[in-house]
T-cell receptor, first 116, second 118 residues
Framework: DAKTTQPPSMDCAEGRAANLPCNHSTISGNEYVYWYRQIHSQGPQYIIHGLKNNETNEMASLIITEDRKSSTLILPHATLRDTAVYYCIVRSDSNAGGTSYGKLTFGQGTILTVHP | SAVISQKPSRDICQRGTSLTIQCQVDSQVTMMFWYRQQPGQSLTLIATANQGSEATYESGFVIDKFPISRPNLTFSTLTVSNMSPEDSSIYLC???????????????FGSGTRLTVV
């Protein structure tokens, strides 16, 4: 399973963009990059995912390098409620009983603290 | 995306006993996943449950300790057996709607069961 490397913590001022980097140098050609966040005592929340192209949704943007070995999650205007642990995950393909599925392997994540 | 209901939300149990955690999904899903999150740590996948077949366990997890049932496409249980204080963790279930739909919606997680073993 491809591993991800993230900085353990980052700070960001409220209203500014938060740029969270992730290294996934062993990613395979058909493996997706997923980003989740976990606010204290809650289940992980889906943010965004991508394969090759940059992606944007109402929460964030995902920038994937051309060689796919790294990516950056961008929260364009961080708020205090964005303080959370952010996980960058590579989804690996697995098989169980003849059924193929994707498996998420979580790394340690980045603790993002948004301050006033 | 799917909505997951997980029960109980928390429990305090005596060592040596067992606890069964339930995960109910509001739509039919192919795969259900069970994770453990130890205090201050990230999530670790315990096993993957496919309806109609035995669960697939990750390295370090065994069926005798974490038996899983998957009787239909909307429900699964995880039992934590013969508990010790080291089993104190948050246990979460997650679903993949299917290969195509997972690409659209990502994976959904329940709110977790916070287990304390005393």
């Amino acid at each position: 399973d491809a591993k991800t490397t993230q900085p353990p913590s980052m700070d960001c001022a409220e209203g500014r963009a938060a740029n969270l980097p992730c290294n996934h140098s062993t990613i395979s050609g058909n493996e997706y990059v997923y980003w989740y966040r976990q606010i204290h005592s809650q289940g992980p929340q889906y943010i965004i995912h991508g394969l090759k192209n940059n992606e944007t949704n109402e929460m964030a943007s995902l920038i994937i390098t051309e060689d796919r070995k790294s990516s950056t999650l961008i929260l364009p205007h961080a708020t205090l409620r964005d303080t959370a642990v952010y996980y960058c995950i590579v989804r690996s393909d697995s098989n169980a009983g003849g059924t193929s599925y994707g498996k998420l392997t979580f790394g340690q994540g980045t603790i993002l603290t948004v301050h006033p | 995306s799917a909505v997951i209901s997980q029960k109980p939300s928390r429990d305090i149990c005596q060592r040596g006993t067992s606890l069964t955690i339930q995960c109910q999904v509001d739509s039919q899903v192919t795969m259900m996943f069970w994770y453990r999150q130890q205090p201050g740590q990230s999530l670790t996948l315990i096993a993957t449950a496919n309806q109609g077949s035995e669960a697939t366990y990750e390295s370090g997890f065994v069926i005798d300790k974490f038996p899983i049932s998957r009787p239909n496409l909307t429900f699964s249980t995880l039992t934590v057996s013969n508990m010790s204080p080291e089993d104190s963790s948050i246990y979460l279930c997650s679903v993949e709607a299917g290969r195509g739909r997972a690409s659209d919606y990502g994976y959904t997680f329940g709110s977790g069961t916070r287990l304390t073993v005393v």
